[in-house]
């Protein structure tokens, strides 16, 4: 037993942290992206303030790897549930569900900038609050095919894991406790989440 009591030792907190770690990170944001009601930006910025204080160096590029591919691949899967609903006469739950949360206002809007932009709408989708299905939803009304969103989507879903890394990294960095960055960060996304929503009913009540 004496060789299994040095595995034992070895095995550090921070290794078992990383081990159950990337893994929940992966799927937490995958789940976040098909059914978007998980706070997947704050879920980015706390890891990343935990990868900040972690000394492996390549923490931080885990954290990054791992949320951008499972964002990536949590969009695709969306997407292609939503082109199967409306290749269907009845329709299906997921492009109902995509339907619910683009407020026809909105919808118009990214159509628009769709017509216009073309790809670059989707990275900025992606950094906006509330904007990314809204113009997943337009995509489709596009038609456009898998590859063709995948292709903008891709840099989208970089952009956005580098956006909340930051962030998180910036939360990190000006605490010597992993918890206090951990608040910060998680204040800071919801502020910025917040925003779009606080913007468009000043807009109501000066209009």
Request: hydrophobic share 55%.
């Amino acid at each position: 037993m004496t060789w299994l009591a040095a595995a034992s030792a070895t095995v550090t907190p921070e290794s078992t942290q990383q081990a159950v770690g990337y893994p929940s990170l992966f799927l937490l944001v995958l789940i976040g992206a098909l059914v978007p009601v998980v706070p997947t930006g704050a879920l980015v910025s706390s890891a990343a303030v935990v990868a900040f204080h972690q000394r492996a160096p390549y923490s931080p590029a885990l954290v990054f790897v791992t949320a951008s591919l499972a964002a990536f691949l949590g969009d695709a899967a969306l997407y292609w549930l939503g082109r199967r609903g409306m290749r269907s006469r009845s329709g299906s739950r997921w492009l109902a569900a995509i339907r619910a949360r683009a407020p026809e206002e909105r919808l118009a809007r990214a159509r628009g900038k769709l017509a216009e932009h073309g790809t670059a709408v989707l990275v900025l989708s992606r950094l906006v609050p509330a904007g990314r299905i809204p113009v997943m939803l337009a995509c489709l009304m596009a038609e456009w095919p898998p590859r063709r969103f995948a292709r903008g989507n891709l840099p989208a879903c970089l952009a956005w894991a580098a956006t909340y890394q930051v962030i998180g990294i910036v939360g990190g960095s000006l605490f010597e406790e992993p918890w206090e960055g951990v608040v910060l960060a998680v204040v800071l996304t919801v502020l910025i989440s917040a925003v779009p929503g606080v913007w468009r009913r000043v807009r109501a009540a000066a209009g």
